[in-house]
C-alpha cells in the first residue's frame, strides 16, 4: 500500500511540474510587405502569420512576432537570430540553414490582363510582343525570369504596374492571385470591373516556415507545426482563419 500510494505521489509531482513548465518561446519573423499574408496593419498581421502563429500555439509553443528585412531575416536564420520565418519559399540554398515544414499555403503566381483584351496564356510562346510589367527582382518563375524573348518592363512594386496595365501602357502584368486581388481592390477598386486574371499560373509556389537550423529543436518544431497544421485543416479551423481574411482580400476597401 506505502508502495502504491509513493508511486501515486510521483506521477502527481511529475504531472504537476509538467504543467508548471513553461512553453517553449519561440521568436517568429516576417518582413512585414507582403500583404495579405503578413503586413502588421492587417488583422492577425495577414493570412500567413494568423496561420503560422494560431498552428504553433496550437502545439505548445509561446510566439513573439518581429519584423524585419528580407536579408536580415535571412542573416538571421543563419546564425540563429530568429527561430521562425513564417513565410519563405523554398530554395536549395536557403535550406542549407533552415528546415522547411510543408507548405501550409500555396501561392499561385498568375497573369493579369484587361477584360477587351485577347491575349491568352498556356506557355511562355503566347507571351510573345506582349509588354509585361514586372517588379524588378521578383522571382516569379526561373524560366520567365531568364527568358530573352519577352518584353519585360520594370517597376518598383505591384500597383505601378497595375496602374499602367489601367491606363493601356502595358498588356499583361503578373503577381501572387491573393495579391493581385488585395491590391486592387484596396488602391483601384473600380478597376477590378475592367480587369481579368488568367486561369493558369506561371508558377505555383509552397508558403512554409523556415526554422533556423541554429535551434537545436527545429526538427521537433517542424514536426509539430505540420502536425497542428494538418489538424486544423482537419476540424475546420484552418479554413476559418482563410475565410476570415479573405473577407477582406476580396471586396473592396470601404
Known amino acids: 500500500m506505502k508502495k502504491l500510494l509513493h508511486r501515486l505521489s510521483a506521477l502527481l509531482v511529475i504531472g504537476t511540474l509538467a504543467q508548471a513548465a513553461p512553453a517553449l518561446e519561440l521568436t517568429v519573423v516576417h518582413s512585414g510587405n ?28 509561446q510566439t513573439r512576432v518581429r519584423v ?34 510543408e507548405p501550409y ?33 521578383y522571382a516569379y518563375d526561373e524560366q520567365f525570369n531568364e527568358s530573352r524573348d519577352l518584353i519585360k518592363i520594370s517597376e518598383r512594386n505591384l500597383i505601378q504596374n497595375l496602374l499602367k496595365l489601367v491606363q493601356r501602357r502595358v498588356d499583361l502584368t503578373l503577381d501572387d492571385e491573393l495579391v493581385l486581388k488585395y491590391e486592387i481592390n484596396r488602391y483601384i477598386p473600380n478597376s477590378m470591373r475592367e480587369l481579368e486574371i488568367l486561369p493558369k499560373p506561371l508558377a505555383v509556389r509552397g508558403v512554409h516556415i523556415g526554422v533556423s537550423r541554429e535551434n537545436p529543436d527545429h526538427a521537433q518544431i517542424v514536426a509539430d507545426f505540420n502536425e497542428a497544421i494538418a489538424a486544423m485543416r482537419k476540424d475546420g479551423s484552418y479554413d476559418k482563419i482563410v475565410a476570415s481574411h479573405k473577407a477582406y482580400i476580396e471586396a473592396p476597401s470601404p
Open 105 to 137: 499555403l500555396e501561392s499561385h503566381i498568375r497573369f493579369i490582363k484587361r477584360k477587351d483584351s485577347n491575349i491568352e496564356f498556356d506557355n511562355l510562346a503566347d507571351l510573345k510582343g506582349v509588354m509585361i510589367g514586372v517588379v524588378r527582382d
Open 68 to 101: 524585419d528585412s528580407l536579408d536580415r531575416i535571412l542573416e538571421g536564420g543563419k546564425i540563429g537570430v530568429y527561430d521562425v520565418f513564417a513565410t519563405p519559399w523554398y530554395s536549395e540554398e536557403r535550406d542549407q540553414y533552415l528546415d522547411f515544414s
Open 34 to 61: 507582403w500583404p495579405p499574408y503578413s503586413d502588421q496593419g492587417l488583422p492577425q498581421q495577414g493570412l500567413a502569420l494568423d496561420l503560422v502563429t494560431q498552428a504553433l500555439a496550437r502545439a505548445g509553443y
